[in-house]
């Protein structure tokens, strides 16, 4: 009996190692929390990951409006995400990004969502004992849940049978191993085990991906159990949160029957603790997730309206505390005023102090269109003098308004957009095209949406239209584009280095840009918008800054000034 002794104590000193191992894991978790809070974030992910990041936006995405890819890159929003990324989950990560993708054109769900986040900001103690709930949620690598939740109501059992016969078969050579023979019982038990095993590599890989899901839906389920732990402190909380609340209770409720016995199935956040490596093995032994995995089955199917209640409850809960963060990381910010505009004719957009939430220091901006004024605007300025960064700013604010109820500004007033750019392009080669083929298709896209009335209007942002052709052909075709676009269901912001649109379009656009002050230390730049067209060039100033020859300045000089004057390169 010496043996089982042995045996008994090795189990009892992984049950202990594998609480301390988790009271640790759950101190050093807790201040992580703290320290998060307020800052930016430096996550990282692979491009699988962030392929799974992006399932449930492309699941709920369908034909509605999205911010689509050209625009989601040339804002960099794939940046601002993780810097805002202190989930504490996949399923939150998800919900995250979706909401960012769809921004939304209700303004009383927005002002809940902004009611929500406030408070969330103000109950520290709520929130850090929320995010340690969260925490059983954790993250999952290589899956997406909501990928397989569909096929889940439709799965069917794959049969018990051998992995019963199986079980029989080691309980008896176990026995024999006590009762009979210890020697030859060792032998068989090792036999036994060794052909249970192979069997249970051969069954599992096709299930294996449900094991994941099945394994999500306990920890929701669980993890809702204990947010309601802590309900009571949610009592003050705004209506929306209180409603998170009560549906995670309710749901979970409904799904208490389809947890049964889920520890039986590995988790699929593992973190390879000792109790974990030992469950492993019991695993491939004696297949009891596969027999788990025969039974819940069943249970789950017409369940999926309580499992996506969850989905979407947690990821709303953990994108309404990702906010109320992002927004102490910033100098200032404020809750939009939005209005719905059957036209842009009379609407007026106002917007003050605007900063870019990834720049240190940032330089406010303001801008102010009111009724009846030429609604769109041209940008002109010098190289690095600040306009990019104002486009990226404006496009980022209306972005932001509409889908986490936060300005970054000290105002912001304007209808609601579907938000559009085409700014930082690329040639396509691979697909045989060339920057300008790129650019044109780009521009089309944005032209093809303004047209529609039928839809809420358009804001779009142009970053040096055409720039991929000649400079002639550049300023008639661009020219032409930007007027077609103010005479449609569009707000435009384009910046620009040609001055000649900015004669060719005055009686369409306001004119606006940056400047820059030539020092005997080099080029100094406000970032500040101004009104007018730019007077100022630096292009040359810099080549004499920097020390070129000075006849080629002279040069230069010239032929620009000659250009100035009659219109003629010479």
Same mark, same amino acid.
């Not at 960064?389 to 936060?406: C, D, H, R």
């Given at each position: 009996m010496g043996i089982w002794i042995i045996f008994a104590i090795i189990i009892v000193g992984i049950f202990i190692a594998s609480i301390s191992t988790q009271g640790s894991r759950n101190k050093m978790e807790e201040d992580k929390i703290r320290d998060n809070w307020g800052k930016l974030q430096s996550n990282e992910y692979s491009s699988e990951e962030f392929e799974n990041i992006a399932s449930y936006y492309r699941l709920v995405r369908q034909d509605g409006y999205y911010i689509d890819d050209i625009t989601w890159n040339d804002l960099e929003m794939d940046r601002i995400y993780k810097s805002m990324d202190i989930t504490r989950s996949s399923v939150g990560r998800e919900h995250l990004y979706k909401t960012l993708r769809i921004p939304g054109f209700n303004r009383e769900e927005l002002k809940g969502f902004d009611e929500c986040a406030e408070w969330i900001g103000r109950n520290e103690d709520v929130r850090i004992a929320t995010q340690s709930k969260l925490d059983r949620l954790g993250y999952v690598k290589n899956f997406s849940f909501v990928d397989y939740i569909d096929s889940v109501q439709s799965l069917n059992p794959i049969g018990s049978g051998i992995s019963i016969f199986m079980d029989i078969l080691l309980a008896a050579t176990i026995l024999f191993t006590i009762f009979v023979n210890a020697p030859a019982g060792i032998?068989?038990?090792?036999? $036994?085990?060794? @052909?249970? $095993? &192979?069997?249970? #590599?051969?069954?599992?890989? $096709? %299930?294996?991906?449900? #094991?994941?899901?099945?394994? *999500?839906? !306990?920890?929701? @389920?669980?993890?809702?159990? +204990?947010?309601?732990?802590? !309900?009571? =402190?949610?009592?003050?909380?705004? =209506? /929306?949160?209180?409603?998170? %609340?009560?549906?995670l209770d309710d749901d979970s409720e409904s799904l208490r029957g389809c947890i049964k016995g889920d520890w039986l199935i590995a988790d699929s956040r593992s973190t390879g603790s000792p109790g974990e490596v030992f469950m492993n093995y019991i695993r491939m032994f004696t297949h009891v997730d596969i027999i788990h995995y025969n039974h819940a089955i069943p249970r789950l199917h017409g369940k999926k309206k309580e499992i996506m209640g969850l989905y979407e409850n947690f990821g709303m809960l953990e994108t309404i505390i990702c906010t109320a963060s992002f927004r102490d990381t910033v100098m200032f910010y404020s809750f939009p005023e939005l209005y719905e505009a059957e036209s842009l004719e009379g609407a007026s957009f106002e917007l003050k102090d605007v900063i870019h939430p990834l720049i240190s220091n940032a330089v406010p901006n303001s801008i102010t269109i009111n009724a009846g004024d030429k609604k769109d605007c041209l940008i002109t300025g010098s190289n690095a003098s600040g306009k990019s960064t104002f486009l990226k700013s @404006?496009? %980022? /604010?209306?972005?932001?308004? *509409?889908? %986490? &109820?936060?300005?970054?500004?000290? !105002?912001?007033?304007?209808?609601?957009?579907?938000?559009?750019? !085409?700014?930082?392009?690329?040639? +396509?080669?691979?697909a045989g095209g060339s920057y300008y083929m790129v650019e044109i298709q780009s521009l089309k896209r944005i032209i093809d949406e303004a047209a529609d009335s039928s839809k809420p209007p358009v804001i779009c942002f142009v970053d040096e239209v055409l720039r991929g052709t000649n400079t002639i052909e550049r300023i008639a075709a661009s020219s032409a584009i930007l007027e077609n676009l103010s005479r449609m269901n569009a707000l435009t912001f384009a910046a620009t280095h040609d001055i000649e649109l900015t004669y060719l379009l005055e009686s369409d656009y306001t004119n606006y840009h940056f400047r820059e002050e030539m020092t005997d230390d080099g080029v100094e730049f406000s970032y500040k918008i101004l009104d007018g067209p730019a007077t100022t060039r630096n292009a040359i100033a810099l080549l004499d800054n920097l020390g070129y020859d000075k006849e080629i300045i002279e040069k230069a000089r010239a032929r620009a000034e000659n250009f100035m004057n009659t219109g003629v390169w010479r």
């Amino acid at each position: 009996m010496g043996i089982w002794i042995i045996f008994a104590i090795i189990i009892v000193g992984i049950f202990i190692a594998s609480i301390s191992t988790q009271g640790s894991r759950n101190k050093m978790e807790e201040d992580k929390i703290r320290d998060n809070w307020g800052k930016l974030q430096s996550n990282e992910y692979s491009s699988e990951e962030f392929e799974n990041i992006a399932s449930y936006y492309r699941l709920v995405r369908q034909d509605g409006y999205y911010i689509d890819d050209i625009t989601w890159n040339d804002l960099e929003m794939d940046r601002i995400y993780k810097s805002m990324d202190i989930t504490r989950s996949s399923v939150g990560r998800e919900h995250l990004y979706k909401t960012l993708r769809i921004p939304g054109f209700n303004r009383e769900e927005l002002k809940g969502f902004d009611e929500c986040a406030e408070w969330i900001g103000r109950n520290e103690d709520v929130r850090i004992a929320t995010q340690s709930k969260l925490d059983r949620l954790g993250y999952v690598k290589n899956f997406s849940f909501v990928d397989y939740i569909d096929s889940v109501q439709s799965l069917n059992p794959i049969g018990s049978g051998i992995s019963i016969f199986m079980d029989i078969l080691l309980a008896a050579t176990i026995l024999f191993t006590i009762f009979v023979n210890a020697p030859a019982g060792i032998i068989m038990v090792i036999a $036994t085990a060794l @052909v249970s $095993t &192979a069997i249970y #590599f051969k069954k599992k890989p $096709t %299930i294996e991906p449900y #094991f994941h899901s099945l394994s *999500q839906v !306990s920890r929701m @389920v669980r993890a809702a159990w +204990d947010i309601k732990d802590i !309900s009571a =402190g949610y009592a003050s909380a705004p =209506g /929306n949160l209180r409603k998170i %609340i009560k549906e995670l209770d309710d749901d979970s409720e409904s799904l208490r029957g389809c947890i049964k016995g889920d520890w039986l199935i590995a988790d699929s956040r593992s973190t390879g603790s000792p109790g974990e490596v030992f469950m492993n093995y019991i695993r491939m032994f004696t297949h009891v997730d596969i027999i788990h995995y025969n039974h819940a089955i069943p249970r789950l199917h017409g369940k999926k309206k309580e499992i996506m209640g969850l989905y979407e409850n947690f990821g709303m809960l953990e994108t309404i505390i990702c906010t109320a963060s992002f927004r102490d990381t910033v100098m200032f910010y404020s809750f939009p005023e939005l209005y719905e505009a059957e036209s842009l004719e009379g609407a007026s957009f106002e917007l003050k102090d605007v900063i870019h939430p990834l720049i240190s220091n940032a330089v406010p901006n303001s801008i102010t269109i009111n009724a009846g004024d030429k609604k769109d605007c041209l940008i002109t300025g010098s190289n690095a003098s600040g306009k990019s960064t104002f486009l990226k700013s @404006v496009a %980022i /604010n209306t972005l932001l308004s *509409q889908s %986490i &109820a936060t300005s970054l500004s000290r !105002s912001y007033k304007a209808p609601m957009y579907r938000v559009y750019s !085409s700014m930082s392009l690329r040639d +396509d080669l691979a697909a045989g095209g060339s920057y300008y083929m790129v650019e044109i298709q780009s521009l089309k896209r944005i032209i093809d949406e303004a047209a529609d009335s039928s839809k809420p209007p358009v804001i779009c942002f142009v970053d040096e239209v055409l720039r991929g052709t000649n400079t002639i052909e550049r300023i008639a075709a661009s020219s032409a584009i930007l007027e077609n676009l103010s005479r449609m269901n569009a707000l435009t912001f384009a910046a620009t280095h040609d001055i000649e649109l900015t004669y060719l379009l005055e009686s369409d656009y306001t004119n606006y840009h940056f400047r820059e002050e030539m020092t005997d230390d080099g080029v100094e730049f406000s970032y500040k918008i101004l009104d007018g067209p730019a007077t100022t060039r630096n292009a040359i100033a810099l080549l004499d800054n920097l020390g070129y020859d000075k006849e080629i300045i002279e040069k230069a000089r010239a032929r620009a000034e000659n250009f100035m004057n009659t219109g003629v390169w010479r």
